[in-house]
């Protein structure tokens, strides 16, 4: 279908595109930007007047769930592709599994699914999943989740092998043994309200180990949930030294610190921990500049599972349709231009992932997300498609409004 979106402020960050333009699509792909194509007739006029028209968002790490609902959330919230987690139910270590998952997405026909395969047989750290079977099944790269790889000597064996045919490894840096007991970020807050800590230490030693692990083996890898001051200067020692090492950051930790748990607050526990406020800043400073991609971390919960007292609460919040106004929100707080910003979740997650997306130039795939900047919205259970009901923003007015999603040119949420 030929498709021209008009009036609105198109913002292509990957190629420093800032303008008030028509964006014109066709078989799918954009088809030209500004001025119309030779002979192109449009089928449907999409006004896109006070509204910004961007690249669809790339979420670096959404659970599904529930694969029809969150695919749901995550058109509704701009995604257009969605990085899975392989620490599904069972575990994303078979080729059958990953395939399964692949066309069920694509039957559903809303934002594209794109897993990471277990990097071991049923997360346990031990024996290497089939990484090359789960590669043509469509996987991404390779991940623990949050399923620790205790044995080093396994994961050098692991990084080896993935680098011998190319293959990502996305991992979690968090020491096992100095997290394993561990609710709250260790400090202040977590002294006061009797809560075992995890020292910032758990996620710098992990750090360290891994990026030795790179030296030796020429692994590519990406660290997922950074949440420390001293994780992100390993990460840059790292990067400056010119190691394949890449990091993303939840969008919670850009605006949350230990200070929000309040008095045991369930909905502010998180994976890896909530840290201080000078951590939080320098969450901040990487994504403003360029270090970091912005990711929602969403893993929906169930209610129950959050009416528990904060050391039994599951850790996590929704994230898919809040990841666009709390990624705005966080951009005016920080004095971020809105480009940069929407780089960090449209550009950034694609050169990560490798991908030939993420941008609006001729013959790019037509993923699209507009949406109004100004429009406001209160978070309530009742107003998320997700499954999960779960937040520490519930109850607030969130600003920036998805109006219309497409995928390949389809409008799969709006119109």
Same mark, same amino acid.
């Given at each position: 279908?030929?498709?021209?979106?008009?009036?609105?402020?198109?913002?292509?960050?990957?190629?420093?595109?800032?303008?008030?333009?028509?964006?014109?699509?066709?078989?799918?792909?954009?088809?030209?930007?500004?001025?119309?194509?030779?002979?192109?007739?449009?089928?449907?006029?999409?006004?896109?007047?006070?509204?910004?028209?961007?690249?669809?968002?790339?979420?670096?790490?959404?659970?599904?769930?529930?694969?029809?609902?969150?695919?749901?959330?995550?058109?509704?919230?701009?995604?257009?592709?969605?990085?899975?987690?392989?620490?599904?139910?069972?575990?994303?270590?078979?080729?059958?599994?990953?395939?399964?998952?692949?066309?069920?997405?694509?039957?559903?026909?809303?934002?594209?699914?794109?897993?990471?395969?277990?990097?071991?047989?049923?997360?346990?750290?031990?024996?290497?999943?089939?990484?090359?079977?789960?590669?043509?099944?469509?996987?991404?790269?390779?991940?623990?989740?949050?399923?620790?790889?205790?044995?080093?000597?396994?994961?050098?064996?692991?990084?080896?092998?993935?680098?011998?045919?190319?293959?990502?490894?996305?991992?979690?840096?968090?020491?096992?043994?100095?997290?394993?007991?561990?609710?709250?970020?260790?400090?202040?807050?977590?002294?006061?309200?009797?809560?075992?800590?995890?020292?910032?230490?758990?996620?710098?030693?992990?750090?360290?180990?891994?990026?030795?692990?790179?030296?030796d083996t020429g692994c590519r890898v990406h660290l997922t949930r950074l949440s420390s001051e001293s994780g992100v200067d390993l990460v840059r020692q790292a990067r400056n030294e010119g190691l394949p090492?890449?990091?993303?950051?939840?969008?919670?930790?850009?605006?949350? *610190?230990?200070?929000?748990?309040?008095?045991?607050?369930?909905?502010?526990?998180?994976?890896?921990?909530?840290? *201080?406020?000078?951590?939080?800043?320098?969450?901040?400073?990487?994504?403003?500049?360029?270090?970091?991609?912005?990711?929602?971390?969403?893993?929906?919960?169930?209610?129950?599972?959050?009416?528990?007292?904060?050391?039994?609460?599951k850790p996590g919040a929704t994230g898919l349709e809040v990841l666009l106004p709390l990624t705005l929100k966080w951009a005016e707080a920080a004095h971020v231009p809105l480009p940069l910003a929407l780089?960090?979740?449209?550009?950034?997650?694609?050169?990560?992932?490798?991908?030939?997306?993420?941008?609006?130039?001729?013959?790019?795939?037509?993923?699209?997300?507009?949406?109004?900047?100004?429009? *406001?919205?209160?978070?309530?259970?009742?107003?998320?498609?997700?499954?999960?009901?779960?937040?520490?923003?519930?109850?607030?007015?969130?600003?920036?409004?998805?109006?219309?999603?497409?995928?390949?040119?389809?409008?799969?949420?709006?119109?």
């Open positions: 279908m030929n498709i021209v979106i008009e009036n609105g402020r198109v913002i292509d960050p990957k190629h420093g595109v800032d303008r008030s333009a028509s964006l014109y699509i066709a078989d799918g792909k954009v088809a030209a930007l500004g001025e119309a194509p030779a002979g192109f007739v449009a089928e449907q006029r999409i006004d896109a007047s006070d509204c910004v028209v961007c690249p669809g968002l790339i979420d670096l790490g959404a659970r599904l769930n529930s694969i029809e609902a969150e695919l749901a959330a995550a058109v509704a919230g701009g995604v257009t592709s969605v990085v899975v987690p392989p620490d599904a139910d069972p575990p994303l270590d078979e080729p059958e599994l990953a395939d399964r998952l692949v066309h069920r997405g694509a039957e559903i026909g809303k934002a594209r699914v794109l897993p990471l395969g277990a990097l071991t047989l049923g997360l346990k750290g031990e024996r290497l999943a089939e990484l090359a079977g789960l590669k043509k099944a469509g996987c991404v790269a390779f991940s623990q989740a949050n399923a620790p790889v205790v044995d080093t000597e396994a994961l050098l064996r692991a990084m080896e092998y993935a680098a011998t045919f190319g293959f990502a490894v996305w991992l979690q840096p968090q020491d096992y043994w100095l997290s394993r007991n561990g609710i709250a970020h260790e400090g202040e807050v977590a002294s006061r309200l009797g809560l075992a800590g995890i020292p910032v230490a758990a996620e710098t030693i992990a750090i360290a180990t891994i990026v030795q692990l790179v030296r090492v890449s990091f993303d950051i939840g969008v919670h930790h850009l605006l949350l *610190t230990e200070n929000d748990i309040g008095f045991f607050n369930p909905h502010a526990r998180f994976c890896p921990p909530l840290r *201080t406020q000078k951590d939080r800043l320098a969450l901040s400073e990487a994504a403003a500049g360029g270090l970091a991609a912005i990711c929602s971390d969403h893993t929906p919960v169930g209610v129950d599972d959050k009416l528990l007292p904060f050391g039994e609460a780089a960090r979740i449209t550009s950034a997650p694609a050169e990560v992932l490798g991908l030939e997306s993420g941008h609006l130039a001729v013959g790019a795939v037509a993923d699209v997300c507009v949406f109004d900047p100004c429009t *406001t919205w209160q978070l309530t259970p009742e107003a998320l498609k997700s499954r999960g009901k779960n937040s520490p923003w519930l109850g607030y007015l969130m600003a920036g409004k998805v109006k219309m999603t497409l995928v390949g040119g389809k409008v799969v949420f709006g119109g």
